[in-house]
């Protein structure tokens, strides 16, 4: 079955850019039925929607982080990644990776394990 | 956009029902039937419980429900069990600039 999993490093230094990519395995991320997305949670607190990208490249951020967030697709890797830029201390969260159904139907059906990246000098 | 508005906690002893509400506005909850449920145990990633207000996915109990009334959503479980202690968010559709937004989860506890 399609499952989803998280990459990255775990300490990004304050000022710095997170980068983080999901690998998609057991199927592929070409299909039109799906967006993919960024979700993040900070330690203790809820659930954060920071953006989602088609696989043909169409993208849909967060406003709130809109200036600082870039997410890219590599349907080649069947790989998406989430650059952050100017990262602070408020950046720490676990960072989710999630299938988001498209069109009429819009929720999450699939997420990754998620990984904690901790914003620290 | 602003998150939704859930009651930061709820509680109900074994066998009993619980109701989780999650409040937007006409622009989100009012005005798409496309509100979704996750559960979250410690440690865990979201899960899947509800889609489209009422929908449940294949495998999840029947003891989950959902319904939506106005500006509301409300998330229903009867029959509580142990397993169902964990935190709860509801997610609405809010129009294409900013598609996604979450509430601001329920941690529920079995007495």
Sequence with gaps: ?121 | QSALTQPASVSGSPGQSITISCTGTSSDVGSYNLVSWYQQHPGKAPKLMIYEVSKRPSGVSNRFSGSKSGNTASLTISGLQAEDEADYYCCSYAGSSTPVVFGGGTKLTVL
Excluded: H, M
Excluded at chain 1, 90 to 110: G, I, K, M, P, Q
């Design chain 1, 1 to 121: 079955q399609v499952q989803l999993q998280e990459s990255g490093p775990g300490l990004v230094k304050p000022s710095q850019t997170l980068s983080l990519t999901c690998t998609v395995s057991g199927g592929s991320i070409s299909s039109g039925d799906y967006y993919w997305s960024w979700i993040r949670q900070p330690p203790g607190k809820g659930l954060e929607w920071i953006g989602y990208i088609y696989y043909s490249g169409s993208t849909y951020y967060n406003p709130s982080l809109k200036s600082r967030v870039t997410i890219s697709v590599d349907t080649s890797k069947n790989q998406f990644s989430l650059k952050l830029s100017s990262v602070t201390a408020a950046d720490t969260a676990v960072y989710y990776c999630a299938r988001e159904r498209s069109e009429a139907s819009r929720y999450f059906d699939l997420w990754g394990r998620g990984t904690l990246v901790t914003v620290s000098s």
